[in-house]
């Protein structure tokens, strides 16, 4: 009987991600952005004053107790089976723990959008 032997190498890379507390902020410019994001694109749903709409309230009150890891994977990945849509791609994990780090002790006001690259064609 003619036997071969296979090896199988099963490494499985042990890498745990921790999620909380990145001590890299965004940058002032990408703060603004995220900001004028959440109030205006999230606060559709969850209301211009964050007080719940469509999605619940995303007062400091209403997120008391969560864990602040949850909140970030809702808001990177969304919630499959509900309105709540996936922002990967407009943040990533690191802004996304930023933005439910000010949720969570209460959003700062809009200062309006940031300024951008963006010209308008001029004639
Ligand atoms: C199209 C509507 C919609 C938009 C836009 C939206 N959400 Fe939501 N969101 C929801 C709904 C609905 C839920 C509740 C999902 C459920 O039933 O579990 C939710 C849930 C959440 C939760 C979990 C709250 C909790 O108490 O567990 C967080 C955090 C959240 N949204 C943050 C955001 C942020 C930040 C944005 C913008 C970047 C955003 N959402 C944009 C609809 C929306």
Known sequence: MFCR???????????????HAQDT????????????????????????TLQGGLGPALT??????????GL??????????????????????SEAAWVVERLVEGFPADGGPAPTQQTVGAR
């Open 5 to 19: 032997s296979i090896l199988i190498a099963a490494f499985l890379p042990a890498l745990v991600f921790p999620v």
């Open 25 to 48: 902020a965004p940058d002032d410019k990408r703060q603004r952005e995220l900001v004028h994001m959440v109030r205006q694109d999230c606060g559709s749903c969850h209301g211009l």
């Open 60 to 69: 400091p009150a209403a997120l008391r107790g969560k864990p602040s890891e």
């Open 72 to 93: 970030v994977a809702t808001i990177v990945h969304g919630r499959p089976g509900t309105p709540m849509p996936p922002f990967r791609g407009l943040l990533d994990e």
